[in-house]
């Protein structure tokens, strides 16, 4: 499981972006994201540096990640 800090998500489309940058980086990955803190957990076989490449390849730079 990993939690990452999105701080430029705003809107439900954000929301969805992300998810989706996740998902097709690992379709079984689940993905819960609290938008008024910008939290992102992730759970997923796929890797973090991977994941945090692929959300910010999707427009939204990763300001903070940890494995939880």
């Not at 689940?30 to 997923?44: C, E, F, G, N, Y």
């Amino acid at each position: 499981m990993f939690e990452l800090t999105v701080e430029s998500m705003t809107c439900g489309h954000c929301v969805g972006t992300v998810t989706k940058a996740v998902q097709e980086l690992d379709a079984n990955a689940t993905v819960a994201i609290d938008l008024p803190t910008k939290k992102v957990r992730i759970d997923s076989d796929a890797a973090l540096p991977a994941i945090v490449a692929a959300v910010a390849a999707a427009g939204y730079p990763v300001t903070a990640s940890a494995a939880v």
